[in-house]
């Protein structure tokens, strides 16, 4: 797997990978990661980087937010 760019972001650390035909694109927060890939036919690096994942942020922060307040639950609970 190759590091081929990360996106500046205040909350997420996010990078995008290239693997086997494939752009790897990791949200990464907290103790929380989240991943979605792409078949580099589909889509180019520039495309994914400009328009794609400033799109999915908003979501990308949601999922986030919920899965830090499952682990808080659990936490609570045990």
């Known amino acids: 797997m190759r590091l081929v760019a990360q996106i500046p972001h205040p909350h ?10 494939k752009w790897i694109v990791e949200f990464e927060g ?9 078949d580099k036919e589909e889509v180019d690096l520039q495309k994914l ?12 922060m949601e999922r986030m937010h919920q899965m830090h307040q499952d682990i808080h639950q659990f936490n609570q609970e045990s």
């Open 12 to 21: 997420l650390r996010i990078v995008i990978h290239d693997y086997n035909g």
């Open 30 to 38: 907290g103790r929380c990661k989240q991943s979605i890939k792409w």
């Open 49 to 60: 980087q400009l328009a794609m994942i400033p799109q999915l942020i908003p979501g990308i």
